[in-house]
């Protein structure tokens, strides 16, 4: 239970930001070309780009602070660490997921239960896909700081 707490603490404002860019994403997309194929890809898009920006602005203010506490200011080389430390545990996970698995989920979705519940079941199913390498990841990065 601590472990799925800690995760929710990580991830939630992240999953709730992308969901939200998701439905807007997708809304435009429909209104615009009527699809459900440019909707899905739309929505899944729209995901990353909302998640990414808050686990990017999460994790920036989590380097700043530690900066901080140690008395000195985040530079050029904590931002990289930032960026090198979300590629690692999104980079691969994230493209399958922006690419292939997210848009198919969402797609399928829409297409056999409808655009709002389709989406809404496609992004569920997505997450599962996406969560899994990410969350191995996130524990293995975990484990080497702490050795």
């Given at each position: 239970?601590?472990?799925l707490i800690e995760w929710t603490r990580r991830y939630g404002v992240a999953e709730c930001l992308g969901i939200a860019a998701a439905i807007a994403a997708a809304a435009a997309a429909r209104h615009l070309t009527d699809s459900s194929v440019v909707a899905a890809y739309a929505a899944a898009?729209?995901?990353t780009i909302g998640y990414a920006g808050a686990m990017l602005v999460r994790d920036t203010l989590t380097a700043s602070?530690?900066?901080q506490e140690s008395g000195r200011t985040l530079d050029t080389r904590d931002h990289g660490n930032v960026?090198?430390?979300l590629?690692?545990?999104f980079g691969p996970a994230g493209i399958l997921d922006t690419f292939v698995t997210r848009p198919l989920a969402m797609g399928v979705g829409?297409?056999?239960l409808g655009p709002r519940l389709?989406?809404?079941v496609g992004k569920l199913v997505g997450d599962v896909l996406f969560y899994v390498p990410v969350i191995?990841?996130?524990e293995w990065r975990r484990g080497r700081a702490g050795r």
């Open positions: 239970m601590a472990k898009l729209g995901e602070r530690s900066a960026m090198l430390g590629l690692a545990e829409a297409r056999v389709g989406l809404f191995v990841t996130y």
